[in-house]
């Protein structure tokens, strides 16, 4: 108990120091002492409002620190999950420390029996029938107590059929050494082929970017699998991580939305053999509507992607995860291709795959190209004299809906003043 406590605490402290990463600073260039001084005084709080602070960093950890654990005992009821989380070094220790405290424990219990039936006072005497045969000492019943766990049977130290007390430690031991063997091996193995570093050969591009494809403005990053392994039935999803505040006047810290990236079409279901280029459609439900280029710097948001899918060796479900915050996400540029083919096969050019070249992109929003689009489907018979005739159609229309409410104006007058005489 006191071992998984130690697992627990130290699972605790290892996720918080892997949790938390310092924010990226900006670093101020290195100025004589007279250009310091003339700098405005304000630089140096507006570098550090531009503070990078991610949600999801660029290798798919998550940079959230859980404080104010109370219920700590909750790491004990899945220990596990718990032993499996730890980092390697904590593993091998707990591994080594289990099978040691084990083996010293019904060492000691084999060395109590024999001490409490006299066989210690009658080492070398052939009439008498000891508990285990050749054990006179800790270190021999040590011995003999990792022997039979491990089931080694070196046959030099026996136990005889004339102690029932052994016999009865002999059953418990080998049941327990088996529960123990399971449930450590179980952990090393399930710790060796987590999927968990099958993602770490899952690729996501170093920036995202925003052009027109068919005559649509989207945002685009690529992913690629360097394995020659596939991922069985891959699936991309993206999150926008933005801080909301409702009609209420709620504010939602780093709120969740959801990315179309082709859940509709099925796009989303990738066959990743070949480095891929996602693609979300900024449309009217796209959270990037209304946002233009020169807008795009001063939004403080957050994309995560995840990709999904299952290792075709193992069977086993693994996930990659990355994020691109608002620098990173270049507008007006698009990837460079990375397939060619080659005498009978294509080739996947990696050296290129997180370069962009710069494209010939509208600065406007989603939004604003659509109604200027809307704009320029206007027939080009609308001519000077066609808006004249509407606007005097128009005027009539006023004339005769001010002359109707004047008759009824005119009519209560006149039913006032009929009233008024009676």
Not at 24 to 51: F, S
Not at 61 to 71: F, I, L, M
Not at 148 to 154: H, L
Request: proline share 3%.
């Amino acid at each position: 108990f006191v071992l998984f406590s130690v697992a627990a605490n130290v699972l605790e402290e290892d996720s918080m120091e892997q949790d938390i990463e310092s924010p990226v600073t900006i670093h101020q260039p290195k100025l004589p002492k007279q250009a310091r001084e003339d700098l405005p005084k304000n630089l140096g709080k507006e570098c550090a409002k531009r503070k990078i602070q991610r949600y999801v960093r660029k290798d798919g950890k998550c940079n959230v620190h859980h404080g104010n654990v109370r219920e700590t005992y909750r790491y004990l009821t899945d220990i596990f999950t718990t032993l499996v989380d730890l980092k390697w070094r904590f593993n091998l220790l707990i591994f080594v420390m289990v099978y040691t405290v084990t083996w010293l424990f019904f060492g000691m219990i084999w060395w109590l029996i024999a001490y409490m039936r006299g066989d210690m006072d009658h080492i070398g005497d052939s009439t008498w029938t000891p508990c285990v045969s050749n054990l006179n000492g800790f270190v021999s019943a040590f011995l003999f107590s990792i022997e039979t766990e491990t089931t080694i049977g070196y046959g030099y130290r026996v136990i005889t059929d004339k102690c029932p007390e052994g016999i009865v430690l002999l059953l418990v031991q080998s049941v327990l050494g088996s529960i123990v063997n399971a449930f450590m091996v179980g952990c090393m193995f399930v710790k060796i082929s987590q999927p968990k570093k099958r993602a770490e050969t899952l690729v996501f591009s170093t920036n995202a970017v925003i052009s027109m494809r068919d005559g649509k403005l989207c945002l685009m990053f690529r992913v690629g699998d360097l394995r020659n392994s596939h991922i069985v039935e891959a699936s991309i999803r993206a999150k926008l991580i933005k801080s909301k505040q409702t009609k209420e006047g709620e504010f939602i810290p780093l709120n969740q939305t959801d990315i179309n990236v082709g859940y509709y079409t099925g796009d989303d279901r990738l066959f990743l053999v070949s480095p891929l280029i996602i693609s979300h459609e900024i449309n009217q439900q796209s959270p990037f509507w209304e946002i233009s280029k020169a807008q795009l710097p001063k939004e403080e948001l957050e994309i995560v992607v995840i990709l999904e899918g299952m290792v075709e060796a193992t069977g086993m479900t693994c996930q990659a995860r990355s994020s691109y915050v608002t620098s990173e996400i270049l507008w007006g540029y698009r990837f460079t291709p990375v397939l060619t083919l080659e005498d009978g096969f294509y080739e996947v050019d990696y050296n290129s795959f997180h370069e962009t070249y710069e494209t010939n992109t509208p600065v406007h929003s989603a939004k604003e190209l659509a109604e200027m689009a809307s704009r320029a489907e206007l027939p080009l018979t609308w001519s000077v004299s066609s808006k004249l005739d509407q606007h005097a159609e128009l005027e009539a229309e006023e004339e005769e809906k001010n002359q109707e409410d004047q008759n009824e104006r005119n009519g209560d007058v006149a039913n006032l003043e009929n009233e008024s005489k009676v």
